[in-house]
């Protein structure tokens, strides 16, 4: 099952816990039965514990409908959450790296024997060869085995050949949708 059917039955079950807690809850008030009073309980609490699940599935699912028009409009933050959502759903497992001290690397994205480093940038303009430059170098840093620039921009001639030699994946604007669908 995908993460995000996965998801999808996680959230239904909450729901369907909350509505037997509550038939539990007036069985128990109306009939005066303590067994049914302690399921309600129980039932309450596994509802109340998955909430931080049901809102970041939520939040996930909102970046990964998002489109260019969305995407324009984001932080940073937001963006790299963005790239975060997408790569978790093809199956990676990531990591954000620390605000500062990240060496050019954002995100660390894992699958199988593969430890990619990204970069995001969401700009208001093409992006230049330093966004390669910073998550090559820091890729090493980080013991990755392959890079790539996620951006809501393309990129310009310098950033593509210095990509080319690094073997370092880009992603701009015109392949970005595409990307992210795939």
């Not at 975060?84 to 790296?97: D, E, F, H, I, K």
């Not at 921009?153 to 080319?164: D, G, H, K, N, V």
Request: a positive charge.
């Amino acid at each position: 099952m995908s993460r995000s059917a996965a998801e999808y039955w996680f959230w239904r079950l909450g729901a369907a816990l909350a509505c037997v807690a509550v038939v539990a809850t007036v069985l128990a008030a109306h009939h005066n039965m303590l067994w049914a009073g302690l399921i309600a309980d129980a039932l309450m609490f596994a509802a109340w514990a998955g909430l931080p699940y049901w809102a970041e599935a939520r939040r996930e699912a909102k970046y990964i409908r998002s489109g260019l028009r969305e995407i324009d409009t984001m932080t940073g933050d937001d963006f790299e959450n963005y790239v975060a959502a997408q790569l978790r759903s093809a199956g990676y497992r990531v990591a954000m790296t620390r605000a500062t001290g990240d060496f050019g690397v954002d995100l660390i994205a894992r699958k199988g024997k593969e430890r990619m480093a990204v970069q995001c940038k969401r700009y208001g303009r093409r992006v230049g060869a330093a966004a390669v430059q910073q998550v090559v170098s820091g890729s090493l840093l980080h013991g990755c085995t392959s890079t790539m620039v996620v951006s809501n921009q393309e990129f310009t001639p310098a950033a593509i050949q210095l990509a080319q030699v690094h073997s370092c994946e880009l992603v701009g604007r015109g392949r970005l949708p595409k990307w992210a669908r795939r």
